[in-house]
């Protein structure tokens, strides 16, 4: 049967069929994993009577604006920890991050990263790249790092000596945008072990970024105290129009609250302008909408690992993140790839993405993003360096239709510009 709606290639269509079926299994643990957070988040909503009015939102100082109090509860409740701050006002990821750094960290404080070097934007914060913006560094705070194992894991027998004397204790959950594993939630368990066991009163912070609800626990529930995370990518749903979110120990929380707002001011100031609504119903939708994200990630690995390149993660690996990252080989592959991811997209389909240079980049990046929330990483999109290994990283899908459509055409694309053999 031809498509009725798109141009694609019967070929295409029957390899990605193929593939689907070989991934039925790991469906079906995505949908067991969804099953589990879906109920974990709507019980939430139940037990702290989730109402009407806390969707119509307050204005300037925001006193006493139940929407706002109610959603930390319930963020509090489905992470299994003490206290979250989850606002609109955060403008991002590397804010809320930030916000949390400098909210527990004190001058003459050392922080340690047990996964290496930190996602890109946070190089700056800590003081790694740029000068006079105020990084961590400015602060006379110490940053150290312990560099990931060849393999990419981390040098877990390395860590009680790393954390002698620190603070802080750092992990990233996901790949981001390099090519090393993710950290699973035992991974961060067994972290959190070994660091308590130098010192229980060491900090360990989790950049939970891409991570939330693809697997049943979050890292809180693995004894981290404290996990931070962008309302843009899985918990926002895709509805959640910006924001973030800081969870963990209330001391903690209190701590960056203070940092967001002002000292002494804290949690109890910040008026919400009726986006409470759209963070509750983010938050409700997430867990599906993150399963629809894995499935489409898990299919096009399947895929492209059908084809002999190089993904990681493999199709049937587990996962602990929506990010799949596909190793193309070559410039004209990756472009022609972003471009038919573009072309699937139900905002700006008809724009044909470039490589360009971007500010802070050292090489060439063409991305594709066709979302309804600008930047938004849980729809669908590409992102890719025009460098060795010549990678595309891609993640998100706010359907698993939509998703697969896509795909689908990134390789339709792939195929008329002669960068796909079938
Ligand atoms: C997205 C992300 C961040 C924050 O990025 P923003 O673009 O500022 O939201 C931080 N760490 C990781 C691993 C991320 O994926």
């Known amino acids: 049967m031809n498509n009725p709606f798109f141009s ?3 070929r295409i269509e029957t390899l990605v069929t ?6 039925a299994g790991i469906f079906r643990r995505i949908d067991e994993t969804a099953d589990y957070n879906a109920q974990k988040v709507l019980s939430a909503f139940i037990r ?25 509860a319930v963020l509090a409740d489905i992470f299994g920890c003490e206290d979250a701050l989850i606002r609109h006002n955060f403008v991002s990821g590397t804010h809320a991050i930030t916000t949390a750094l400098f909210g527990v960290l004190r001058p003459g404080d050392c922080i340690v990263s047990l996964t290496g070097r930190p996602y890109d934007t946070l190089e700056e914060v800590v003081g790694l790249r740029g000068e006079g913006h105020g990084s961590l560094t400015e602060f006379g705070i110490q940053y150290k790092q312990l560099e990931l194992a060849p393999d990419g894991h981390i040098q877990f027998e390395a860590i009680p000596a790393a954390v002698q004397g620190a603070k802080v204790a750092y992990i990233q959950r996901s790949r981001g945008y ?24 060491i900090i360990v912070m989790v950049d939970n970024c891409y991570g939330e609800f693809v697997e049943m626990q979050e890292p809180t529930q693995a004894g981290a105290d404290l996990i931070i995370g962008s309302l843009i990518k899985n918990p926002g749903g895709g509805i959640a129009r910006t924001g973030g979110y800081i969870a963990g120990r209330a001391g903690l929380v209190e701590l960056c609250a203070h940092r967001l707002t002002a ?5 109890e ?25 894995v499935k489409t990630a898990v299919l096009t690995s399947a895929v492209f690992q059908g ?36 072309k699937g997209a139900p905002v700006d389909a008809y724009v044909v993405p470039e490589p360009w240079d971007m500010p802070g980049y050292e090489s060439k990046v063409i991305m594709a993003a ?5 930047g938004a990483s849980i729809e669908l999109s590409a992102d890719a360096p025009i460098r060795e290994p010549f990678a595309a990283w891609m993640q998100g899908a706010l359907t698993y239709p939509s998703g697969k459509v896509g795909l689908k055409l990134a390789l339709q694309s792939m195929l008329e510009q002669g960068a796909l053999e079938l």
């Open 8 to 10: 694609i290639d019967e």
């Open 18 to 23: 193929e593939a689907e079926a070989r991934c």
């Open 48 to 72: 702290h009577r989730v109402s009407e009015p806390m969707f119509a939102g307050t204005t300037g100082y925001g006193y006493g604006d139940i929407g706002r109090e109610t959603l930390d």
């Open 178 to 201: 390099t090519l090393r594993p993710s950290v699973t939630i035992e991974e961060i368990r067994r972290v959190c072990q070994l660091v308590k066991s130098v010192d229980e009163n």
């Open 263 to 267: 000292p002494g001011v804290g949690k």
């Open 269 to 293: 100031v910040g008026c919400t302008l009726g986006e409470s609504r759209n963070m509750f119903i983010g938050l409700f939708l997430a867990p599906t909408v993150v399963a629809a994200a």
């Open 307 to 342: 084809l002999g390149y190089p993904v990681t993660p493999r199709y049937d690996e587990y996962r602990t993140d929506i990010i799949q990252a596909i190793t193309l080989g070559d410039e004209p592959s990756l472009v022609a790839f972003c471009q038919g991811v573009q």
């Open 370 to 374: 066709g979302a309804f929330t600008m």
